[in-house]
């Protein structure tokens, strides 16, 4: 079963951006959809942003516009730009397909918005 490894997260001042990366152990071509998604204490995990085999994306309300979702099949690897951030942008970020059944969960990459 393919694992996923997220990174490129840290800490940022609000209006700054990073670049997560998410790292498959096996190929990816084959998952027609990816999706990242994001978790905060006390929260349901949410998804964020989703892209397609053939590179169709989606976002949620709160992250259009400012987040960028692409990926690479050639290097089994998903990417998140993130601009503008905010404060609540503030969450541990994970990736996996954007529909049942999930692979397993990766560890997440923390995101820390604040000044």
């Known amino acids: 079963q393919v694992q996923f490894v997220e990174s490129g997260g840290g800490l940022v001042q609000p209006g700054g951006s990073l670049r997560l990366s998410c790292a498959a152990s096996?190929?990816?071509?084959?998952?027609?959809?990816m999706g990242w998604y994001r978790q905060t204490p006390g929260k349901q995990r949410e998804l964020v942003a989703t892209?397609?085999?053939?590179?169709?994306?989606n976002y949620a309300d709160s992250v259009k516009g400012r987040f960028a979702v692409s990926r690479d099949n050639a290097k089994n690897t998903m990417y998140l730009q993130m601009l503008s951030l905010k404060p609540e942008d503030t969450a541990v970020y994970y990736c996996?397909?954007?529909?049942?059944?999930?692979?397993?969960w990766g560890q997440g990459t923390q995101v820390t918005v604040s000044s």
């Open positions: 996996n397909t954007d529909r049942s059944p999930l692979y397993e």
């Open positions: 096996g190929s990816i071509s084959s998952i027609y959809g």
């Open positions: 892209v397609t085999s053939g590179g169709r994306t």
